[in-house]
Each structure stands twice: as structure tokens, then as C-alpha cells.
């Protein structure tokens, strides 16, 4: 399973952006999908994710701004980001999780998010 994304930038305080993961392979295992972020001398430290059932959990940081979401068809995955803000710029990776035969994730390549303010 490889993963690209996309839709990063730069953006003013106040405005939105939408990151989109998509996945080549064989996703029939994975079962669980989100963001992580990590600004520089930051930990990397989760965004949101979504579960095979619909399920999300948002960090406290961004819950009412940032909405994850999949679409199965294109096997992707975005998060959608409203009203950011400066201390939101980092380096935005999206996973897919999967649990079986063990757990494992596959990871993207980071897109760079940047709010000026």
C-alpha cells in the first residue's frame, strides 16, 4: 500500500484548506485512517481519525475546525481544516491502519501546512 497526498499550502489565520490522502494497493484489511501532524520541535501527535464504523476522535486543538473523512470508492481520505490558525502550521501525515494479520500502519509522505497570521 502506497499513499499520496495532497493539498497542502499556505493559507492566512481565519481561512481553509482540505488535505486528501489516496491509497494504491490493496486496502481491503485496513479498518482504521487519520492525520497525525508535527511542527518543527513538536512531537508528532494526532489530528483525527476515523474507524471502519464512522466513528472520529479530534484532537481537543482542533474539534469544531477540522473534519476527517473517507471515501471508500477512491480510498482516500481528507481532512478538511476551517478557521485555522498559526499554531496549526506543521507537517500533516495521514495513515492507514490496519490490525490484521497484526498492526501495522502505512504512512504518506507529509504536506507541508502552513497559517500565517
Known amino acids: 500500500v502506497q499513499l499520496v497526498e495532497s493539498g497542502g499550502g499556505l493559507v492566512q489565520a481565519g481561512g481553509s484548506l482540505r488535505v486528501s490522502c489516496t491509497a494504491s494497493?490493496?486496502?481491503?484489511?485496513?479498518?482504521?485512517w487519520g492525520w497525525y501532524r508535527q511542527a518543527p520541535g513538536n512531537r508528532r501527535e494526532l489530528v483525527a481519525s476515523?474507524?471502519?464504523?464512522?466513528?472520529?476522535n479530534y484532537a481537543d486543538s482542533v474539534k469544531g475546525r477540522f473534519t476527517v473523512s473517507i471515501d471508500g470508492a477512491s480510498n482516500t481520505v481528507y481532512l478538511q481544516m476551517n478557521s485555522l490558525k498559526p499554531e496549526d502550521t506543521a507537517v500533516y501525515y495521514c495513515?492507514?491502519?490496519?490490525?490484521?494479520?497484526?498492526?501495522?500502519?502505512?504512512w504518506g509522505q507529509g504536506t507541508q501546512v502552513t497559517v500565517s497570521s
Open positions: 476515523i474507524n471502519k464504523g464512522g466513528t472520529t
Open positions: 495513515y492507514f491502519r490496519t490490525f490484521y494479520p497484526r498492526e501495522y500502519a502505512y
Open positions: 494497493g490493496s486496502t481491503s484489511s485496513i479498518s482504521d
